[in-house]
């Protein structure tokens, strides 16, 4: 996801150097969606697995 956001924000840039200032705000726009969004995901992931004992088990 977070691969996504990098890729997002490349195309941004390379509109906003050649002009296509619309293009560029939406892809900003959207990059940032997508990385607040996988955030989010990360942040409830860590949590569920702290709440299955995933803190502090060992193999």
Known sequence: M???VVT???IALIAAV???GGIAGA???IAK???FVAIVL???S???GGMRGG???RL
Request: hydrophobic fraction near 80%; avoid cysteine.
């Open 18 to 20: 050649l002009g296509f």
């Open 8 to 10: 997002l924000l490349i």
């Open 33 to 35: 969606i997508v990385f």
């Open 42 to 44: 990360f942040l409830i």
């Open 46 to 48: 860590l949590i569920a």
């Open 27 to 29: 892809a900003v726009g």
């Open 2 to 4: 977070l691969s996504l």
């Open 55 to 57: 803190f502090g088990r």
